[in-house]
């Protein structure tokens, strides 16, 4: 199975999010050889390098375009790129998944680990807090299954947006 990663906090993130991504990956990669891991990264890295697994590729923008706006690649254009690599699963390693993503052929996964800025809001700005909103509504939505990262995740995201608690693994 060819299985995709939203790569930018593997490749662009030292702590948290982007340990929680390079750890899963290398699991994945170490104890399931036989799939082929993709990392779809949206600008090269001086900070982490892909790991050294012979079936873990690292993906790039391709394209002037996608290079210049790295931003609109991740969020859509992305798509192009998972259907020329064949890939099955996404994974929405830290709340967001493609645009549009529900409409290919391919499944997807999100991961959501909080949402602190729905339970502390005066700790946020507005503007951040809405778009973290619209990225989780949008991921949760269209996401074939939610990995939650604790049962108050879960719970956060059956009270906070009303998600079928059956689409949600902890």
Not at 11 to 27: A, E, K
Not at 78 to 87: L, S
């Amino acid at each position: 199975m060819n299985i995709g990663f939203d790569a930018k906090r593997y490749f662009h993130n030292n702590t948290g999010l982007g340990n929680y991504s390079r750890t899963l990956v290398g699991g994945l990669a170490h104890f399931y050889p036989e799939h082929e891991y993709f990392l779809f990264n949206p600008k090269p890295s001086k900070r982490h390098q892909k790991p050294s697994f012979k079936n873990v590729h690292e993906v790039l923008p391709d394209g002037p375009l996608s290079k210049r706006i790295p931003a609109l690649w991740r969020s859509n254009w992305v798509k192009k790129d998972i259907k020329k690599e064949c890939i099955e699963l996404y994974h929405g390693l830290s709340h967001e998944i493609p645009v549009g993503i529900h409409k290919t052929s391919v499944k997807s996964v999100v991961t959501i680990h909080d949402l602190i800025f729905e339970r502390f809001p005066t700790q946020y700005k507005k503007m951040d807090a809405f778009i973290y909103r619209r990225k989780i509504l949008y991921a949760c939505a269209h996401a074939n299954r939610i990995i939650a990262i604790s049962e108050q995740t879960k719970t956060d995201l059956i009270d906070f947006y009303k998600i079928e608690p059956v689409k949600i693994e902890v």
